[in-house]
């Protein structure tokens, strides 16, 4: 282990953060068989842990010990959930540095990033620590003189959590601050990729005072751990963030128990510049919808749609500004742009980018693996792309721009929309009637006008057609996590 993972890595131990069993019950557990996984660092290969690898069996018994604990956690009131999950808060915010070490230690994004998201993902405790209280029912007005109708909300019960590996803190805390805040308990399998950071909130959970069993973590064998969720009559509700191809099984398997399901899945975001935009304003936004996480977010530009009399001017704009960036470990003073999670990653992207070379497209800037080997790769911009090659259809996750071309507004809209995706769109224009028609002819579920940053916790996240279903975040985050329930109380007259 090299002298800065020792150093991480102590400074985890000593605030009783390093964890690395699964937490059933309350109780930190191996793998039933003793089975382990390797954790490793991406900016250099190295294993940072070995953690139990669970199945089965583990996740039953965690979903045992999350009914269970259903009972007492629904019947607190409102405001005693609250002030834990307040707690919860309030220690994310404290370890911020040290969980801000561990993301980039086991995620490869850049320090500052690193501790950004740790902060990003606190602000979904803060925020629904204050819903809580604020889980209203509803009395509507009867058709017969002596009968009174109640509308009461409930939580669905036990919920399972399935997470990603690109934003290892903020994509639990999005689903189990709700989870939470309605009364619902939760078992949460994070990615194998990233689980240290996941099981340190946990643990962080268990010091707030969420009580054992309310909050459950295992890891491991990916399917078997979602079969026993998808079978299991006692899991109400699945929550994922995820790839598509993922999301769409689970959400066939959650049909036998007829379960809720909400879905977070892939995007395919269009950045559409237009003639008339600021060039400063679109040349910020767009590389930070670009370049966040090496891009690999789901809400990252997948496509740059730049617009004919703006583009040899913004282009070059863009190129300098790509070509300024400092590609190295997340650890190292100034960097910009981390590793990619692992060699399958950079095998994807370099093929993408091929793919369109070979179908005409031309690099600008970049267009292979990074000097520095390993997962390292060059941020990248390729022009004349078009929309049918396959860089444009997929999703990249990686720090590559391809652009198209485009004349006419609605050919732009057109092209945006050619896709099966729908989460988030950004458009960069200084004419307000076509920030407005633009925005409102847009497929997708999140739109930035002249901005290229839009997720926070009290705005509502999720996309149209195959990016999802459900939003997460906001006042509209609880309804996912809530049953209605309507009261008929006779003999009232
Ligand atoms: P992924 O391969 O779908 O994995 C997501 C999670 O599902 C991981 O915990 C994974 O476990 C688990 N999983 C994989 N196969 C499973 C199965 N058969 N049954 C149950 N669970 C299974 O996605 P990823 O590569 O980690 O994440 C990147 C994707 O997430 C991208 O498509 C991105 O757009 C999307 N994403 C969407 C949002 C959003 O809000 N819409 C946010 C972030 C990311 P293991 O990792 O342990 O195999």
């Keep these: 282990m090299s002298m800065e993972t020792e150093n991480v890595v102590a400074r985890l131990k000593s605030s009783g953060l390093f964890q690395t069993k699964g937490l059933i019950g309350g109780k930190w557990i191996d793998a039933y068989d003793g089975k382990t996984v390797e954790v490793y660092n991406p900016a250099n290969g190295e294993v940072i842990a070995s953690v139990a690898c669970m199945g089965e069996r583990e996740t039953k018994d965690a979903i045992s010990s999350a009914y269970d604990a259903f009972s007492h956690w629904s019947k607190l009131t409102a405001a005693d959930r609250s002030s834990r999950l307040y707690k919860w808060y309030n220690l994310l915010i404290e370890q911020k540095e040290v969980l801000g070490q561990l993301i980039t230690l086991e995620q490869g994004k850049p320090l500052k990033e690193a501790i950004g998201e740790v902060v990003y993902?606190?602000?979904?405790?803060?925020?629904?620590?204050?819903?809580?209280?604020?889980?209203?029912?509803?009395?509507l007005p009867s058709p017969m003189p002596d009968r009174r109708l109640f509308v009461l909300k409930q939580p669905v019960g036990v919920v399972g959590a399935i997470t990603p590996w690109n934003f290892p803190l903020a994509m639990i805390t999005r689903k189990a601050g709700p989870a939470l805040a309605c009364g619902c308990t939760l078992v949460i399998k994070p990615s194998e990729l990233t689980p240290l950071t996941a099981l340190a909130a946990a643990e962080l959970a268990l010091q707030a005072g969420i009580p054992p069993g309310v909050l459950n973590v295992v890891m491991g064998d990916a399917p078997k751990i979602g079969k026993a969720l998808l079978e299991s009559p006692q899991v109400r509700k699945l929550t994922f963030?995820?790839?598509?191809?993922?999301?769409?099984?689970?959400?066939?398997?959650?049909?036998?128990?007829?379960?809720?399901?909400?879905?977070?899945?892939?995007g395919n975001a269009p950045c559409i510049v237009f003639d008339d935009a600021d060039l400063e304003v679109a040349l910020e936004g767009s590389l930070a919808t670009k370049l966040r996480n090496s891009g690999?977010?789901?809400?990252?530009?997948?496509?740059?749609?730049?617009?004919?009399?703006?583009?040899?001017?913004?282009?070059?704009?863009?190129?300098?500004?790509?070509?300024?960036?400092k590609v190295g470990n997340g650890f190292s003073e100034g960097v910009d742009q981390g590793p990619l999670i692992n060699e399958a990653a950079v095998q994807k992207v370099d093929s993408l980018v091929q793919d369109a070379i070979s179908q005409g497209a031309k690099v600008v800037v970049g267009g292979k693996r990074h000097s520095l080997g390993l997962t390292f790769y060059e941020p990248t911009i390729i022009s004349d792309v078009k929309n049918e090659m396959l860089i444009a259809r997929q999703e990249i996750f990686g720090p590559v721009a391809p652009v198209i071309r485009f004349k006419t507004e609605e050919e732009a809209i057109q092209i945006a929309?050619?896709?099966?995706?729908?989460?988030?769109?950004?458009?960069?224009?200084?004419?307000?009637?076509?920030?407005?028609?633009?925005?409102?002819?847009?497929?997708?579920?999140?739109?930035?006008?002249?901005?290229?940053?839009?997720?926070?916790?009290?705005?509502?996240?999720?996309?149209f057609k195959q990016s999802g279903l459900g939003r997460e975040g906001s006042k509209y985050g609880l309804d996912d996590f809530l049953e209605i329930k309507c009261i008929c109380m006779g003999n009232m007259g």
């Excluded at 819903?131 to 209203?136: D, G, L």
């Excluded at 997948?302 to 790509?322: C, M, P, T």
């Excluded at 995706?421 to 847009?442: D, H, K, M, P």
């Design 121 to 139: 993902g606190a602000s979904y405790i803060e925020y629904f620590a204050e819903e809580a209280k604020r889980v209203y029912g509803d009395i």
């Design 296 to 325: 690999q977010t789901c809400i990252c530009t997948n496509r740059l749609l730049v617009q004919e009399g703006i583009y040899d001017k913004f282009i070059n704009a863009y190129s300098n500004a790509v070509q300024s960036l």
């Design 241 to 266: 963030t995820g790839s598509t191809a993922v999301g769409k099984k689970l959400m066939a398997g959650a049909a036998e128990t007829v379960k809720k399901v909400s879905l977070e899945l892939g």
């Design 417 to 463: 929309n050619d896709t099966d995706a729908g989460l988030a769109a950004y458009l960069f224009t200084n004419n307000i009637q076509r920030s407005w028609r633009v925005s409102e002819a847009l497929e997708y579920g999140i739109v930035g006008v002249n901005e290229g940053l839009h997720a926070y916790e009290v705005a509502p996240f999720g996309g």
